[in-house]
């Protein structure tokens, strides 16, 4: 009973997102490096995560030697890595360079729609084209 309580208190702690193939764990910083290398063998035992063809763990870049170990372990491998950063652009005051910001509600939904198509092109995550928005 132990057990049931502890594994569901850490799964309380991360988010679980399934898809039709795949399933990605997110949230794991929440956790210590001890109660991931615990949670790890609980996650790999469930049958949505066993029966799945793509299993994805975003862990914290600076964890333990032990839970890269384990990881290794179950045949996980790191395939990217996320960078984050920002820059609080109101209070970049002195723009040059060909872009001036605007509140959306200030524009048109055709000014809109001619910004987003225009900040789309060549990108790559751009599956799709906006017809009618």
Do not use: C, G, W
């Given at each position: 009973m132990m057990k049931k309580a502890f594994?569901?208190?850490?799964?309380?702690?991360?988010?679980m997102i399934k898809g039709e193939n795949f399933?990605?764990?997110?949230?794991?910083?929440?956790?210590?490096?001890?109660?991931?290398?615990?949670?790890?063998?609980?996650?790999?035992?469930?049958?949505?995560?066993k029966t799945c063809k793509n299993v994805n763990i975003l862990v914290d870049s600076q964890c333990s030697k032990e839970v890269v170990s384990l990881l290794k372990e179950y045949e996980f491998?790191?395939?990217?890595?996320?960078?984050?950063?920002?820059?609080?652009l109101n209070q970049s005051s002195n723009m040059q360079g060909g872009f001036k910001l605007k509140d959306l509600h200030d524009l048109s939904t055709a000014e809109?729609?001619?910004v987003w198509e225009a900040s789309m092109e060549g990108s790559l995550n751009c599956i799709w084209q906006v017809k009618n928005v």
């Open positions: 594994s569901s208190d850490l799964m309380a702690r991360i988010k399933v990605t764990v997110e949230n794991t910083k929440n956790l210590t490096d001890q109660e991931l290398i615990q949670l790890l063998p609980y996650l790999m035992r469930k049958s949505s995560v491998m790191l395939h990217d890595e996320n960078v984050t950063v920002h820059k609080a809109f729609k001619k």
